[in-house]
Protein backbone atom coordinates (compact mmCIF):
# COMPACT_ATOMS: atom_id res chain seq x y z
CA UNK A 1 0.00 0.00 0.00
CA UNK A 2 1.09 3.45 -0.62
CA UNK A 3 -0.37 7.22 0.34
CA UNK A 4 -0.25 10.44 -1.30
CA UNK A 5 -1.52 13.29 1.30
CA UNK A 6 -2.50 16.32 -0.63
CA UNK A 7 -2.73 19.68 1.05
CA UNK A 8 -4.12 23.01 0.65
CA UNK A 9 -1.09 25.47 1.04
CA UNK A 10 -1.15 27.45 4.13
CA UNK A 11 -2.23 31.06 5.50
CA UNK A 12 -0.48 33.69 3.03
CA UNK A 13 -1.05 37.57 3.25
CA UNK A 14 -3.24 38.41 0.60
CA UNK A 15 -3.13 39.39 -2.11
CA UNK A 16 0.92 38.57 -1.68
CA UNK A 17 1.83 35.17 -2.84
CA UNK A 18 4.03 34.91 0.24
CA UNK A 19 2.95 33.00 3.11
CA UNK A 20 2.09 35.40 6.86
CA UNK A 21 4.12 34.56 10.27
CA UNK A 22 0.62 32.78 11.42
CA UNK A 23 1.24 30.53 8.07
CA UNK A 24 4.53 29.40 8.49
CA UNK A 25 3.16 28.49 12.05
CA UNK A 26 0.59 26.75 10.93
CA UNK A 27 2.65 24.85 8.93
CA UNK A 28 5.71 23.91 11.37
CA UNK A 29 2.65 22.70 13.82
CA UNK A 30 1.18 20.41 10.70
CA UNK A 31 4.79 19.43 9.83
CA UNK A 32 5.24 18.35 13.07
CA UNK A 33 2.76 16.05 12.96
CA UNK A 34 2.94 14.25 9.57
CA UNK A 35 5.62 12.16 7.33
CA UNK A 36 8.27 11.32 6.70
CA UNK A 37 7.54 11.04 2.44
CA UNK A 38 9.40 10.00 0.01
CA UNK A 39 8.63 12.53 -2.72
CA UNK A 40 7.54 16.32 -2.18
CA UNK A 41 5.65 17.66 -4.73
CA UNK A 42 4.58 21.38 -4.84
CA UNK A 43 2.97 23.76 -7.67
CA UNK A 44 5.57 26.44 -8.54
CA UNK A 45 3.40 29.70 -6.75
CA UNK A 46 5.71 30.73 -3.80
CA UNK A 47 3.14 30.05 -1.11
CA UNK A 48 2.69 26.46 -1.93
CA UNK A 49 6.59 25.78 -1.88
CA UNK A 50 7.12 28.17 1.24
CA UNK A 51 4.42 25.89 2.97
CA UNK A 52 6.67 22.32 2.68
CA UNK A 53 9.75 24.29 3.48
CA UNK A 54 7.89 25.67 6.42
CA UNK A 55 5.89 22.02 7.28
CA UNK A 56 10.40 20.90 7.30
CA UNK A 57 10.59 19.23 4.04
CA UNK A 58 12.64 19.44 0.87
CA UNK A 59 10.62 19.79 -2.25
CA UNK A 60 11.66 17.45 -5.02
CA UNK A 61 9.61 18.85 -7.67
CA UNK A 62 7.17 22.08 -8.72
CA UNK A 63 4.66 20.72 -11.09
CA UNK A 64 2.71 23.78 -12.98
CA UNK A 65 -0.22 21.37 -13.20
CA UNK A 66 -0.69 21.94 -9.38
CA UNK A 67 -0.97 25.65 -9.46
CA UNK A 68 -4.63 26.55 -10.40
CA UNK A 69 -7.40 25.08 -12.74
CA UNK A 70 -8.48 28.06 -14.62
CA UNK A 71 -11.43 30.13 -15.17
CA UNK A 72 -13.76 27.05 -17.01
CA UNK A 73 -13.78 25.28 -14.11
CA UNK A 74 -14.02 28.16 -11.71
CA UNK A 75 -17.58 28.76 -14.49
CA UNK A 76 -19.10 25.11 -13.59
CA UNK A 77 -17.81 25.24 -10.27
CA UNK A 78 -16.98 28.52 -8.11
CA UNK A 79 -14.14 28.08 -5.34
CA UNK A 80 -15.04 27.36 -2.48
CA UNK A 81 -16.58 24.22 -3.22
CA UNK A 82 -16.91 20.89 -1.46
CA UNK A 83 -15.71 17.42 -2.62
CA UNK A 84 -18.89 16.51 -3.23
CA UNK A 85 -19.87 19.80 -5.12
CA UNK A 86 -16.82 19.33 -7.86
CA UNK A 87 -17.58 15.46 -8.15
CA UNK A 88 -20.76 17.02 -9.52
CA UNK A 89 -19.12 18.75 -11.50
CA UNK A 90 -16.52 16.40 -12.62
CA UNK A 91 -19.48 13.95 -14.12
CA UNK A 92 -20.86 17.01 -16.35
CA UNK A 93 -17.82 15.99 -18.56
CA UNK A 94 -16.77 19.73 -19.39
CA UNK A 95 -13.65 21.81 -18.31
CA UNK A 96 -13.70 19.99 -14.54
CA UNK A 97 -13.20 16.56 -16.22
CA UNK A 98 -10.72 17.47 -18.42
CA UNK A 99 -8.60 18.74 -15.31
CA UNK A 100 -9.30 16.17 -13.14
CA UNK A 101 -8.23 13.60 -15.90
CA UNK A 102 -5.11 15.28 -16.38
CA UNK A 103 -4.67 15.16 -12.59
CA UNK A 104 -5.40 11.78 -12.02
CA UNK A 105 -2.69 10.53 -14.93
CA UNK A 106 0.07 12.99 -12.62
CA UNK A 107 -1.38 11.27 -9.51
CA UNK A 108 -0.99 7.82 -10.77
CA UNK A 109 2.51 8.04 -12.05
CA UNK A 110 3.01 9.81 -8.44
CA UNK A 111 2.28 6.92 -6.84
CA UNK A 112 3.30 4.25 -9.34
CA UNK A 113 6.81 5.92 -8.48
CA UNK A 114 7.03 5.16 -4.82
CA UNK A 115 8.55 2.43 -3.23
CA UNK A 116 5.96 -0.18 -1.93
CA UNK A 117 4.65 1.74 1.51
CA UNK A 118 6.34 4.61 0.21
CA UNK A 119 4.31 8.56 0.91
CA UNK A 120 4.60 11.40 -1.22
CA UNK A 121 3.19 15.26 -0.43
CA UNK A 122 1.36 17.10 -2.66
CA UNK A 123 1.11 20.89 -1.70
CA UNK A 124 -0.99 22.91 -3.64
CA UNK A 125 -4.32 25.13 -3.88
CA UNK A 126 -7.87 25.13 -2.98
CA UNK A 127 -10.12 23.56 -5.75
CA UNK A 128 -7.17 21.86 -6.51
CA UNK A 129 -7.14 19.51 -3.54
CA UNK A 130 -10.94 18.62 -3.82
CA UNK A 131 -10.67 18.16 -7.71
CA UNK A 132 -7.36 15.70 -6.97
CA UNK A 133 -9.82 13.47 -4.97
CA UNK A 134 -12.15 13.43 -7.28
CA UNK A 135 -9.78 12.61 -10.50
CA UNK A 136 -8.35 9.68 -8.33
CA UNK A 137 -11.68 7.94 -6.93
CA UNK A 138 -14.60 9.24 -9.28
CA UNK A 139 -17.00 6.86 -7.92
CA UNK A 140 -16.18 7.90 -4.25
CA UNK A 141 -18.94 8.87 -1.95
CA UNK A 142 -17.05 12.67 -1.86
CA UNK A 143 -19.62 13.80 0.63
CA UNK A 144 -17.83 11.94 3.25
CA UNK A 145 -14.97 14.13 2.95
CA UNK A 146 -16.66 17.15 3.55
CA UNK A 147 -16.38 20.74 3.04
CA UNK A 148 -14.06 22.49 1.12
CA UNK A 149 -10.12 22.57 2.41
CA UNK A 150 -9.16 25.39 4.55
CA UNK A 151 -5.37 26.12 4.50
CA UNK A 152 -3.01 23.29 5.15
CA UNK A 153 -5.87 20.60 5.32
CA UNK A 154 -6.46 18.06 2.43
CA UNK A 155 -7.29 14.27 1.99
CA UNK A 156 -5.11 11.40 2.12
CA UNK A 157 -5.43 8.80 -0.92
CA UNK A 158 -4.04 5.31 -0.39
CA UNK A 159 -2.86 3.05 -3.35
CA UNK A 160 -3.27 -0.21 -3.83
CA UNK A 161 -2.86 -3.08 -6.19
CA UNK A 162 -2.27 -0.41 -9.19
CA UNK A 163 -5.13 1.79 -7.78
CA UNK A 164 -6.43 4.32 -5.29
CA UNK A 165 -8.77 2.53 -3.08
CA UNK A 166 -9.49 5.28 -0.28
CA UNK A 167 -9.43 8.66 0.68
CA UNK A 168 -9.77 10.38 3.94
CA UNK A 169 -10.29 13.68 4.58
CA UNK A 170 -7.18 15.95 6.51
CA UNK A 171 -8.65 18.55 8.86
CA UNK A 172 -6.97 21.18 10.96
Not at 119 to 133: D, F, P, R
Amino acid sequence: MKTIEIRRHSIRNKPGQDLSEQGVLLARLIGAEIGPFNRVFTSPIPRAFQTAEAMGFKVDEQNPLLATYGNGIEMECPWPASFADYATAYKRGGATFSYARRLAVFYTQLAESLPEHGSALVINHGGVVEISAVACLPDFNHTSLGDYCECCEGVRLTWDNGKFVAAESLRV
